[in-house]
């Protein structure tokens, strides 16, 4: 179903949509939780508090990307959710996202520096920069959360070139973010 | 340390969730693309390559062609064997004589032979796998075995055939010889019949297996080696 079909039926207060929803975008919303989080029961609660979350901001909202607009609300509640576990027990695994973490070395004297917004921008403008088709694999392992064999069967590629690709994208953006002040 | 790490983290997943959503989507409907400027320069480049080895073997053959149109060694080939069969005459001469030629052999066979060994520069080698197809090529040839390869050369004198077949026809009977020949030889006339120089044709003594069913211990008729000349003269 079309996101704007899905959409209406939000708007229409109909059931279905979160069905709907579940059909589209159930597994990129569970695996976007699970590289955060590492429980696999703590995403499927995130993925309904997505979906109830959804279902409150609409029909006052009316999404023109579907996908995103789910990403972006399971990211924050993941993240309150993470907060919320770490101050309960530190540690813990965070799967994808912590692939990003070797671009951001352990500096103490940066760290009192680090400028969200800079990193945000400075991220948006790493992404932008990259070829159409370095951008998809990125865009898709960090943002939507996909796994390397489904990337490289997504767009046509083998697995190594994926798995190589994202390496070398990884080094690229720790030298970005050195060169712009952020690490 | 640990807990600023996580909060970097942290920040690196709600920035990620951050990014354009334009190009979040736009990357779920990127497929990989073949560079078409690519295939094409490839297409471009190997037709290229064609054409110049096309006119370069072109160009060879008709050099080659046109020095072989000029190699007296052709012509020189047809005076070799009528001269051979002059200088037979008078070996037989000689024989009657009570003189043996030195190499104990006739002297017609020995010609042959010369005349083969140096047909083969002219001829074709082909694989046992060819033979059937030279026999149904349609066109009148000669073929060769010196016993280690097969060669075959084709003649346009389709006229020279039916001498041929009369220059058998007249040495019908087993020619006989002590000597075993070193070169076997065959005419074909294209529609699978086959003649050797010591059988008449026939329609049967076609296919590889037949071909090579003959008798080593036979000398060609004098007829058989004038009409061979002749096929190389008038080809």
């Known amino acids: ?145 996909e796994n390397i064999s489904d990337i490289a069967a997504a767009i046509g590629i083998s697995e190594s070139k994926v798995k190589t690709t994202l390496f070398r994208m990884r080094i690229a953006l720790r030298e970005l973010l050195e060169k712009e002040g952020l690490l | 340390m640990k807990e600023s790490k996580n909060e970097k983290l942290l920040v690196l997943y709600e920035a990620i969730g951050e990014i354009d959503p334009h190009v979040a989507t736009a990357a779920l409907k990127y497929k990989h693309k073949t560079n078409i400027k690519s295939i094409r320069l490839v297409i471009v480049l190997a037709a290229c390559i064609c054409i110049l080895a096309a006119t370069l073997i072109v160009g060879m053959n008709l050099a080659l062609g046109g020095a072989k149109g000029e190699d007296p060694g052709d012509k020189n080939l047809a005076e070799d064997a009528e001269n051979a069969l002059t200088e037979e005459a008078e070996d037989v001469t000689l024989a009657t004589d009570g003189t043996q030629p030195e190499w104990g052999v006739p002297d017609i066979k020995k010609d042959l032979e010369n005349l083969l ?75 699978g019949r086959v003649v050797t120089p010591y059988l008449e044709y026939s329609e049967e003594n076609i296919f590889y297996g037949i071909l090579f069913d003959y008798s080593p211990k036979v000398l060609p008729s004098d007829e058989f080696v004038t009409e061979l000349i002749n096929l190389f003269e008038n080809n």
């Open chain 1, 1 to 145: 179903m079309e996101d704007n079909q899905i959409v209406d039926l939000y708007w229409e207060r109909s059931e279905r949509a979160i069905k709907e929803t579940d059909i589209k975008y159930g597994r990129m919303l569970k695996s976007t939780s699970l590289s955060l989080l590492s429980s696999n029961e703590d995403a499927e609660e995130c993925v309904n508090d997505t979906y109830l979350a959804a279902w409150n901001r609409m029909p006052e909202e009316r999404p023109i990307y579907l996908g995103v607009f789910l990403s972006r609300i399971i990211r924050n509640i993941s993240v309150s959710r993470y907060r919320a576990k770490h101050r309960e027990k530190r540690g813990g695994a965070y799967a994808v996202t912590a692939e990003l973490l070797e671009c951001i070395p352990d500096k103490s004297s940066i760290e009192n520096d680090f400028d969200n917004d800079r990193l945000k921008d400075a991220l948006n403008n790493f992404i932008i920069s990259q070829s159409e088709e370095k951008r998809a694999m990125f865009i898709r392992r960090y943002f939507w959360s």
């Open chain 2, 117 to 191: 060994n140096e047909s083969k520069a002219v001829m074709t080698a082909i694989d046992d796998s060819e033979v059937d197809t030279v026999l149904y090529n349609g066109r009148l040839s000669l073929m060769l075995s010196d016993g280690a390869k097969l060669y075959f050369k084709a003649f346009e004198n389709v006229e020279n055939a039916e001498a041929l077949k009369d220059s058998l026809s007249v040495s019908g009977e087993l020619l006989g010889g002590a000597e075993t020949l070193k070169y076997k030889v065959w005419i074909s006339f294209g529609d």
